[in-house]
């Protein structure tokens, strides 16, 4: 009786834990969340505007002084921690929490050649990249435009599909500033920053 009495109750908390988790991994598994956030833990790290393309030579260059953070009017320049690597106390910006608006201050407070004053449309952070499976729009969950919204560029860096009006696609002047990310409301991020060249415009090769 003891034996059957413990049974019933492990049966009774087995099912209570796997009827609290089901929201959740219903959650993630719809938005596809848990595997964005994981897969690309690190794409969205892109230098500020005007940074030496050569990431070696920006992290040479770079004195760590803050003086961009400073200036940012956004706040959305970060710093790498002073963890013994070669990138400690350089700036980054994650365009999922901020992005970078355009504003050329911290080109012009930079001491160094780490960051050079550079003409808005020849700035090159990146180039955004839309994942059509995921979103809302290329798969018909909803009319969005948030991103193409948003671009400080306008419809040189983003715009709608020709003879669609919903639907957004990347151009070639998109300079990478990752508006369009922080803007974005789909929860997995459907829209992101990659280094212009690799992959498509469209959609990266998944591993």
């Given at each position: 009786m003891e034996r059957r009495s413990l049974l019933k109750q492990l049966v009774a908390t087995a099912a209570f834990l796997a009827v609290g988790s089901t929201p959740y991994l219903v959650s993630t598994v719809l938005t596809g969340n848990m595997v964005a956030r994981s897969r690309y833990p690190e794409r969205n790290m892109i230098r500020p505007p005007g940074a030496l393309e050569d990431d070696a030579a920006f992290i040479a260059a770079c004195i760590g002084c803050g003086l961009c953070g400073e200036v940012c009017p956004q706040k959305?320049?970060?710093?790498?921690?002073?963890?013994?690597?070669?990138?400690?106390y350089t700036p980054y910006i994650n365009p999922e929490q901020k992005a970078c608006i355009l504003c050329d201050k911290c080109m012009e407070i930079c001491p160094t050649e780490s960051l050079t004053e550079t003409p808005r449309t020849d700035i090159n952070m990146g180039i955004a990249q839309i994942d059509r499976?995921?979103?809302?729009?290329?798969?018909?969950?909803?009319?969005?435009?948030?991103?193409?919204?948003?671009?400080?560029?306008?419809?040189?860096?983003?715009?709608?599909?020709?003879?669609?009006?919903?639907?957004?696609?990347?151009?070639?002047?998109?300079?990478?500033?990752g508006l369009c990310v922080e803007v974005c409301p789909h929860p997995s991020i459907p829209i992101w920053i990659v280094e212009r060249g690799s992959g498509t415009k469209y959609f990266p090769i998944v591993e």
């Open positions: 959305c320049i970060l710093f790498h921690k002073a963890d013994g690597g070669t990138q400690a499976v995921a979103c809302y729009p290329w798969v018909d969950r909803g009319v969005c435009g948030a991103c193409v919204a948003i671009c400080p560029l306008g419809s040189k860096g983003i715009d709608y599909e020709f003879a669609n009006f919903y639907k957004p696609v990347v151009q070639d002047g998109c300079v990478g500033c």
